[in-house]
C-alpha cells in the first residue's frame, strides 16, 4: 500500500527546515544522563506554568533550562582571589577553555570505592580511572566523549550476575568470567548538530531513555551502550526522535564460519506532543532485525525502517514480518504545579479475542507502568520525589527466535528485571548546599523458570517454549520476593563533573522457596561523573 510519495515528502520537509534555518539561530549543549542529576531540574520542568519536553533523555540543556543549568554547574562558587588548584577542586574542569567561537573542557574521573558485604563477610571494592573530554563548535556543534578502565570485587549478587550474564551491569561484556577480580573496560561518546533551534542530528555510542520515570517500560539506559544515530525534530508543541541503533547479542549462537557475536539492528520512533501545560502523550515504535540469519546470510540494515510515519513497519510486521515490533504509550499529568503523574504501556503482540478476556494467553505481552514524581515535597525546596509502579507480563519482550528479542549484550533494553513481575518503589532526594541525600525503597516480586520449564521471565527464550498456552498470570513460576533498600550521603566537591565524597548502605534480600539471598553491604569512595550505575535488580 502506498500512503505518499516519499520525494515529496522529503522535499516539504527539506523546505521546512530550510524556511526555519534562515530566521533562527540555535546553540546546544549536551548533559549525559543520570537520574540523580536530571531529578534536579523537576521544579521547572513540573511547574505547570512551563511545557517541556521531558520523556526523552539525554537532552540538549538550550536555553529554556540553562539558568537552572548553569546554577548547579556553578554552585554559588566565588572563585576570585582563589588559587589554581582551589579552582580545578572545587568549581572548574581540569582544562576548561572558553572561546568566542569554540569551548572545550576535560576531566579525569575517579570512580573509586572500599566496601564491606556483611552477609558475606566479604570485602568489595572498586577502582575505575576515567576521562571526560567535550566542548562546542560556534552554537551548533557540541561532542563529548567519556572512557573508564575498572577492576572490581563485587558484593555475591553482583558477581554471580556479572558471571552469569558475562556483563557488568549497564557498561560491558567482560571476557573471563569466574575470576575473583573483575576487570573491564568501557567508553561513550555523542557527536551533536543542531543546525536550527528546531532540528537535532546525534551520532555516538551511548543510551537512550524514554519516559519520565526512574524505570522505562520502552526503552531505558539499563543495558551496555550502543553506537546509534538520532534524529530530533521540534515544531511548535511535537518532538518527534528516530534513532537507528547497531545491537549485539553474544549469546546467540553464531553464524557458520565465523567467531563475531551476532548482530542486530533497532529502528526507534517516538512522538512526544505537549498538549497543554499539563498533559502531554508520547506515542513510540520499535524494530528488533537480526543482521543476518541462523546460516550467515546477510541482510544489513534495512532501509524500509526509515520512515517517519510511526506504527507504520509495526503494523507491517504483525502480518508476518519476522522481526520482533513493540509499540507503546506514554503519557503525562501535572496534577498540582511541581507535581506529575505519568505512565507508559508497551505491547509486544496482541490478539484481540485473548487481549480482552481472562485466559492468560502467552502470546499477550504487554507490561506498563504508572508513578508519581515531583519537586519541593512539604514545600521544603529541593525535596524531590518519585513514588511509581511497573509490571510485565510473562514473556514480554521475547521472540519466537532468541536473536530478535528485546535486548542488548545480554540485557534487557527495557526493565532490568525483563517481564513476569510486579515492582514497588519509592525515591527521595534531599539537597542542600554542597550536601545530597537519597533513600530508596523497592519491592518486587516474579517467577522464576523452575524444573527446566521457561515461565516467561527470562526474554532471551522463545515463547513459543511457554509449557501452556494459556493459563499464564504473572508472578508464575517459582514465586519470587524482592527487598531492596538503599541510601546515600554525599558531599559534592566540584559540580562540573559530579566530582563527591559518598557514603552508601544497601540492604537486598531475594528469597524463595528454594534459596534466600541476603545482602548487607556499606560503602564510602570518591566518585564522579554523571552516569546511572543500577544496583537495585
Given at each position: 500500500?502506498?500512503?505518499?510519495?516519499?520525494?515529496?515528502?522529503?522535499?516539504?520537509?527539506?523546505?521546512?527546515?530550510?524556511?526555519?534555518?534562515?530566521?533562527?539561530?540555535?546553540q546546544?549543549?549536551?548533559?549525559?544522563?543520570?537520574?540523580?542529576?536530571?531529578?534536579?531540574?523537576?521544579?521547572?520542568?513540573?511547574?505547570?506554568?512551563t511545557?517541556?519536553?521531558?520523556?526523552i533523555?539525554?537532552?540538549?540543556?538550550?536555553?529554556l533550562?540553562?539558568?537552572?543549568?548553569?546554577?548547579?554547574m556553578?554552585?554559588?562558587?566565588?572563585?576570585?582571589?582563589?588559587?589554581?588548584?582551589?579552582?580545578?577542586i572545587?568549581a572548574?574542569?581540569l582544562?576548561d577553555?572558553?572561546?568566542?567561537?569554540?569551548?572545550l573542557?576535560?576531566?579525569?574521573?575517579?570512580?573509586?570505592?572500599?566496601?564491606?558485604?556483611?552477609?558475606?563477610?566479604?570485602?568489595?571494592?572498586l577502582?575505575?580511572?576515567g576521562?571526560?573530554?567535550?566542548?562546542?563548535?560556534?552554537?551548533k556543534?557540541?561532542?563529548?566523549?567519556?572512557?573508564?578502565?575498572?577492576?572490581?570485587?563485587?558484593?555475591?549478587?553482583?558477581t554471580?550476575?556479572?558471571n552469569?550474564?558475562g556483563?557488568?551491569?549497564?557498561?560491558t561484556?567482560?571476557?573471563?568470567?569466574?575470576?575473583?577480580?573483575?576487570?573491564?573496560?568501557?567508553?561513550?561518546?555523542?557527536?551533536?548538530?543542531?543546525p536550527?533551534?528546531?532540528?537535532?542530528?546525534?551520532?555516538?555510542?551511548?543510551?537512550?531513555?524514554?519516559?519520565?520515570?526512574?524505570?522505562?517500560?520502552?526503552?531505558?539506559?539499563?543495558?551496555?551502550?550502543?553506537?546509534?544515530?538520532?534524529?530530533?525534530?521540534t515544531?511548535?508543541?511535537?518532538?518527534?526522535?528516530?534513532?537507528y541503533a547497531?545491537?549485539?547479542?553474544?549469546?546467540?549462537?553464531?553464524?557458520?564460519?565465523?567467531?563475531?557475536n551476532?548482530?542486530?539492528?533497532?529502528?526507534?520512533?517516538?512522538?512526544?506532543?505537549?498538549?497543554?501545560?499539563?498533559?502531554?502523550?508520547?506515542f513510540f515504535?520499535?524494530?528488533?532485525?537480526?543482521d543476518?540469519?541462523?546460516?550467515?546470510?546477510?541482510?544489513?540494515?534495512?532501509?524500509?525502517?526509515?520512515n517517519?510515519?510511526?506504527?507504520?513497519?509495526?503494523?507491517?510486521?504483525s502480518?508476518?514480518s519476522p522481526?520482533?515490533?513493540t509499540?507503546?504509550?506514554?503519557?503525562?499529568?501535572?496534577?498540582?504545579?511541581?507535581?506529575?503523574?505519568?505512565?507508559?504501556?508497551a505491547?509486544?503482540?496482541?490478539?484481540?479475542k485473548?487481549f480482552f478476556?481472562?485466559?492468560?494467553?502467552?502470546r499477550?505481552?504487554?507490561?506498563?507502568?504508572?508513578?508519581?514524581r515531583?519537586?519541593?515535597?512539604f514545600?521544603?525546596?529541593t525535596?524531590?520525589?518519585?513514588?511509581?509502579?511497573?509490571?510485565?507480563?510473562?514473556?514480554?519482550?521475547?521472540?519466537?527466535?532468541?536473536?530478535?528479542?528485546?535486548?542488548?549484550?545480554d540485557?534487557?533494553?527495557?526493565?532490568?528485571?525483563?517481564?513476569?513481575?510486579?515492582?514497588?518503589?519509592?525515591?527521595l532526594?534531599?539537597?542542600?548546599?554542597?550536601f545530597?541525600?537519597?533513600?530508596?525503597?523497592?519491592?518486587?516480586?516474579?517467577?522464576?523458570?523452575?524444573?527446566?520449564?521457561?515461565?516467561?521471565?527470562?526474554?532471551?527464550?522463545?515463547y513459543q517454549?511457554?509449557?501452556?498456552?494459556?493459563?499464564?498470570?504473572?508472578?508464575?513460576?517459582?514465586?519470587t520476593?524482592?527487598?531492596?533498600?538503599e541510601?546515600?550521603?554525599?558531599?559534592?566537591l566540584?559540580?562540573?563533573y559530579?566530582?563527591?565524597?559518598?557514603?552508601?548502605?544497601?540492604?537486598?534480600?531475594?528469597?524463595?522457596t528454594?534459596?534466600?539471598?541476603?545482602?548487607?553491604?556499606?560503602?564510602?569512595g570518591?566518585r564522579?561523573?554523571f552516569?546511572?550505575?543500577?544496583?537495585?535488580?
Amino acid at each position: 500500500m502506498k500512503l505518499i510519495s516519499t520525494k515529496k515528502y522529503n522535499l516539504l520537509l527539506i523546505g521546512l527546515l530550510l524556511l526555519i534555518a534562515a530566521t533562527t539561530k540555535a546553540q546546544s549543549t549536551y548533559q549525559p544522563y543520570s537520574y540523580q542529576f536530571y531529578q534536579k531540574f523537576n521544579a521547572e520542568l513540573y511547574s505547570i506554568n512551563t511545557r517541556f519536553h521531558t520523556s526523552i533523555k539525554p537532552t540538549i540543556i538550550d536555553s529554556l533550562l540553562k539558568p537552572t543549568y548553569d546554577s548547579l554547574m556553578n554552585l554559588g562558587i566565588n572563585t576570585q582571589n582563589k588559587s589554581w588548584l582551589y579552582r580545578k577542586i572545587y568549581a572548574e574542569h581540569l582544562i576548561d577553555i572558553q572561546k568566542p567561537n569554540y569551548t572545550l573542557y576535560g576531566d579525569i574521573l575517579p570512580d573509586d570505592m572500599i566496601g564491606r558485604d556483611f552477609a558475606s563477610s566479604k570485602k568489595t571494592w572498586l577502582t575505575t580511572l576515567g576521562y571526560q573530554i567535550g566542548g562546542t563548535i560556534g552554537t551548533k556543534f557540541s561532542f563529548y566523549g567519556a572512557g573508564y578502565n575498572s577492576n572490581a570485587v563485587f558484593a555475591d549478587y553482583l558477581t554471580n550476575y556479572t558471571n552469569s550474564t558475562g556483563v557488568v551491569s549497564g557498561q560491558t561484556r567482560i571476557t573471563d568470567r569466574g575470576n575473583s577480580i573483575t576487570d573491564w573496560s568501557y567508553y561513550t561518546f555523542n557527536l551533536s548538530y543542531t543546525p536550527i533551534k528546531y532540528v537535532n542530528f546525534t551520532i555516538g555510542q551511548d543510551k537512550t531513555f524514554i519516559g519520565d520515570g526512574y524505570r522505562s517500560m520502552l526503552l531505558s539506559d539499563y543495558a551496555s551502550p550502543y553506537p546509534f544515530a538520532k534524529l530530533t525534530f521540534t515544531l511548535g508543541q511535537v518532538k518527534y526522535t528516530a534513532m537507528y541503533a547497531r545491537l549485539e547479542d553474544p549469546a546467540v549462537p553464531k553464524v557458520p564460519g565465523s567467531s563475531d557475536n551476532r548482530a542486530k539492528w533497532g529502528y526507534f520512533h517516538y512522538v512526544d506532543w505537549n498538549v497543554s501545560n499539563r498533559v502531554s502523550l508520547g506515542f513510540f515504535d520499535a524494530i528488533i532485525s537480526a543482521d543476518a540469519d541462523d546460516q550467515g546470510h546477510k541482510r544489513g540494515f534495512d532501509a524500509t525502517y526509515i520512515n517517519p510515519f510511526i506504527f507504520l513497519r509495526p503494523l507491517e510486521a504483525s502480518n508476518g514480518s519476522p522481526d520482533k515490533a513493540t509499540i507503546g504509550f506514554t503519557g503525562k499529568y501535572k496534577v498540582l504545579d511541581k507535581t506529575l503523574l505519568y505512565g507508559q504501556f508497551a505491547l509486544g503482540e496482541f490478539q484481540a479475542k485473548d487481549f480482552f478476556s481472562s485466559t492468560g494467553s502467552a502470546r499477550n505481552k504487554y507490561g506498563w507502568q504508572i508513578g508519581l514524581r515531583g519537586a519541593d515535597l512539604f514545600k521544603i525546596k529541593t525535596f524531590n520525589y518519585l513514588f511509581e509502579y511497573n509490571t510485565a507480563k510473562p514473556y514480554t519482550y521475547s521472540e519466537t527466535r532468541a536473536i530478535g528479542n528485546y535486548s542488548q549484550y545480554d540485557e534487557p533494553l527495557a526493565h532490568p528485571m525483563g517481564a513476569n513481575f510486579r515492582e514497588w518503589l519509592g525515591i527521595l532526594n534531599y539537597s542542600i548546599g554542597r550536601f545530597d541525600l537519597q533513600g530508596q525503597l523497592n519491592y518486587a516480586y516474579y517467577g522464576l523458570d523452575i524444573n527446566s520449564l521457561n515461565y516467561g521471565k527470562n526474554i532471551f527464550l522463545s515463547y513459543q517454549t511457554a509449557p501452556n498456552a494459556i493459563g499464564n498470570f504473572t508472578g508464575q513460576g517459582l514465586r519470587t520476593d524482592f527487598y531492596y533498600a538503599e541510601g546515600r550521603i554525599s558531599y559534592l566537591l566540584n559540580p562540573k563533573y559530579n566530582l563527591r565524597i559518598e557514603l552508601g548502605g544497601i540492604f537486598r534480600d531475594e528469597k524463595n522457596t528454594v534459596f534466600n539471598n541476603k545482602t548487607g553491604m556499606i560503602t564510602f569512595g570518591l566518585r564522579s561523573s554523571f552516569r546511572n550505575i543500577y544496583t537495585d535488580f
